[in-house]
């Protein structure tokens, strides 16, 4: 059967400044990456026949080609779910390419997302009528949402918040030597983190949450053949797969049979590794997609380095910091470079594989790029 | 007394909030195959039909996790516990533990549903099994 494995590139990153306050129009963010990254791969915005981006965001199609001069498109499409489809916009860009459908395929995302509309805030205004099951109950905001479904899990384990705290650390820490991260130069220790206030009771304080950022951020996707022409070294689509699973729901997981655990996350890896015939062991660096720490928890054990429960321990055996055995979130993730809805650990990923990065991971050949509900493994051609 | 967001009732879920106002706990049971489903969905996964019975639930079940929530940017909004509820009849439900302190919240504690006006709003809430009013 036809793959997507191995036939498709990513020839170009752009990015804006990661800010809290830009200053400046969505639409100005993303033109700015898109132009970026249309620009790094060697390219003119007249090559772009393609997009794809997430169905949250907010910049229209036709004002990103008017914006940057992009003449025509014949492939256009928008991933579900937020976040959990950061990685499905590389899926769907590879899709189109190895296809025939487009040749050269921007990803963009670009929001105001602390300076405008807050994610985080209390759900206000028109609702999809599933949200009654919810919002009556004073369930109405994603770290409540999440955090209902994080409980289960450390009861289970026995994991503290304490516990995620140790990830909190790292991302910081990996953010402190990242000039591109907001957090630079500013590591947290865990005594910090434990006297940061309480967001959700007994499960997330403040410093277990991803940041809101504004900023935009773009990739450039064509096929491997195209891409060996092109200036950047080679970064190939090794796979990309999503995971949508019947009792799932959008931002949490009440339904699936046990809780603890995240099936999304282990169906996508399950597709990764059978269509690869890679192993955990075979990343040598994971961008892992954290809205809140705990889901860094889920997910190590969902992709198999770690058994279940064990993520507690695999952390704090510094595994994933820089020269642990997977370095995890590079760049500072979510919580300490930006929130670019997951997108910006891809280009980490990109970077990671060029051997530019900021925290540079010496020789790494692959990277899996996680949003939980959707995966690529990235490599260095 | 906390928030309490009014739903927006639908076609798909009009008989559970009908239910609530009556003090009836309620799920949708397929008359075709029988697979009791919360949240309710138009058509059967298993079977495929779109022909429902409504089934009352014993509001009887026990806690699956829990979040104490007390929303850090809107300090006026009383604090109350949100519960994930694994009930007997197999499925589970979001709603409010009440009648008990945070620091007795027990995974797996015996509930039992209440109906109270919250805010303004009839909901189903939950209490621990045998509490008396």
Redesign the interface.
Known sequence: MPSLNGRAAIVGIGQTEFSKDSGRSELQLCAEAVRAAIGDAGLQPPDVDGSVTFTLDPNDELDVMRSVGIREMRWTSRTPFGGGGASATIEHAAAAVVSGAADVVVVYRAFNERSGRRFGQPMSGPRPPAMDWYLPYGLDTPAKAYALWFQRYMDKYGVSNEDFGRYSVVARRHAATNPNAWYFERPITLEEHQSSRWIVEPILRLLDCCQESDGGVALVVTGVDRAKDLRRPLVTIEAATQGNTMLGETIFNYYHSDISRFPEAEYTAAQLWRTTGLRPDDIDVAMIYENFSPIVFYQLEAYGFCGPGEARDFIAGGNIELGGTLPVNTNGGLLGEGYIHGVNNIVEGVRQLRGDAANQVKGAERVLCTAGRSAVVLGRG | M?????????H??EFF?NGVKEGRLLARRCAGCQRLAH?PSPMC?QCGAVEWEVLELSGRGSL???????????PD?AA?I?A?VELDEGI?????LCGIE?DAVK?GMRLEVVFAE?DG?A?PQFRPSGVED
Do not use: Y
Not at chain 2, 92 to 96: A, E, F, I, K, P
């Open positions: 906390p928030h309490a967001v009014a739903p927006t009732v639908d798909d879920d909030w949240p996964p699956h996790s829990w979040i104490f929530s007390r929303h850090p940017s809107e909004d109350r949100v994930l589970r439900l979001v709603s409010n945070v995974n919250i709003v909901l």
